[in-house]
């Protein structure tokens, strides 16, 4: 066991891991942005559609059906997304435990929508989702602080399902996994997101282009951030065990 790194640490692990090898994780950071584009596209192409067959025009050039399906399009490439976002952060976290590996984006990016990983992730999306839910309810704040709680629980599903093999690993257990070791580590982990604010407006002066860098960066960030928990808070041994 060592010792829990500071947020210049956990940032200059990532630099090191990023440096001569900015291209593959542009690359990488890449499909989910260009999916949402996609999406978009396939979305309002399916509004001109609809209106167009419809002939129905109403003085926002919007009627019931096309607004039902431009946000059906939205929600599912929204959805999509997020699952390709895990799967980025699936490549990031074996990236630093294997600094040498080859990456590849297409495939990484897609590796949640494998058999081994689906089911798994779409129940920890869902549950979390119904959990910070019921929890904003009540108040806002007691939701953000829930939303820390369970931002590891991918990452502990990936390394559950690496050891189980085709043995199942519960979705909920990953969940409480995760809370269990946010415990004191969750305004850690919200200053670690704040610490990248700047850099956000930066990109965005620069339209966008600077997201480019800036994605690579703090997902490998927050990556090395769940790696170094794993190795100071006794969750190795418990891996070991299960």
């Given at each position: 066991?060592?010792k829990y ?9 990532a ?5 001569g090898r900015w ?13 949402t ?14 209106q167009?067959?419809?002939g ?15 946000n059906?399009g939205?929600?599912s ?7 390709l976002t ?6 990031f976290?074996d990236?630093l435990?294997?600094?040498e ?17 689906f089911l ?13 839910l019921?929890?904003?309810i009540?108040?806002?704040?007691p939701g953000?602080?829930k939303?820390f709680s ?6 502990i599903y990936?390394?559950?399902k690496?050891?189980?093999g085709?043995d199942k690993?519960?979705?909920l ?8 070791m946010?415990d004191?580590h969750?305004?850690?982990f ?16 620069s ?13 490998a960030?927050y ?5 170094n928990?794993?190795?100071?808070s006794?969750y ?5 065990a299960?």
């Amino acid at each position: 066991m060592g010792k829990y790194k500071n947020r210049a640490e956990l940032k200059n692990e990532a630099k090191e891991l990023l440096r001569g090898r900015w291209k593959e994780a542009i690359l990488l950071n890449m499909v989910p942005v260009l999916l949402t584009i996609i999406g978009m596209a396939i979305a309002l192409s399916a509004v001109a559609f609809v209106q167009l067959k419809t002939g129905v025009f109403s003085e926002m050039g919007m009627n019931y059906d096309s607004l039902s399906t431009e946000n059906s399009g939205s929600t599912s490439s929204g959805i999509i997304s997020a699952f390709l976002t895990v799967g980025i952060s699936f490549t990031f976290l074996d990236w630093l435990r294997e600094p040498e590996m080859r990456i590849r984006p297409l495939k990484h990016a897609f590796q949640v929508f494998t058999k081994k990983y689906f089911l798994g992730t779409l129940l920890i999306y869902i549950l979390t989702t119904i959990f910070t839910l019921l929890w904003a309810i009540l108040f806002v704040v007691p939701g953000i602080i829930k939303s820390f709680s369970y931002s590891q629980a991918y990452l502990i599903y990936k390394d559950r399902k690496v050891l189980s093999g085709d043995d199942k690993v519960s979705a909920l257990d990953c969940i409480t996994e995760s809370r269990k070791m946010m415990d004191g580590h969750k305004w850690e982990f919200f200053v670690l997101e704040l610490s990248f604010i700047g850099w956000g407006i930066l990109s965005i002066l620069s339209f966008g282009i600077g997201f480019l860098w800036l994605n690579p960066y703090a997902n490998a960030t927050y990556a090395a951030f769940y790696k170094n928990l794993t190795e100071n808070s006794g969750y190795d041994d418990s891996m070991e065990a299960f």
